[in-house]
């Protein structure tokens, strides 16, 4: 699936990953590819991003947190998401 994250500032990524993890005003859920079109808020957390995605250095020191060789975090104080056809756009504070 396609995602982007779009902050205040500037748009920090855009790319094919493989599952999203978000901190939903509900409760924490994961999208998959093909997962059903849904728009949520979202809490202060953490978003968990997996696939082999390739991120600056730079911008995984200054915004992002690398779990793991596929796995990278995300920290937010509030936002939205959007699902529909494969493509994911996260709007985060």
Do not use: C, W
């Amino acid at each position: 699936m396609y995602l982007e994250i779009v902050s205040p500032e500037a748009t920090l990524f855009s790319g094919e990953v493989d599952s999203v993890k978000v901190p939903g005003s509900a409760g924490d859920f994961q999208m998959l590819n093909n997962h059903a079109p849904i728009v949520s808020t979202l809490k202060k957390g953490i978003v968990k991003i997996s696939g082999k995605i390739d991120l600056d250095e730079d911008l995984i020191k200054s915004k992002f947190e690398k779990e793991d060789a596929n796995t990278f975090l995300f920290k937010i104080n509030s936002g939205t998401v959007e699902m529909r056809n494969n493509k994911l756009i996260l709007l985060a504070e």
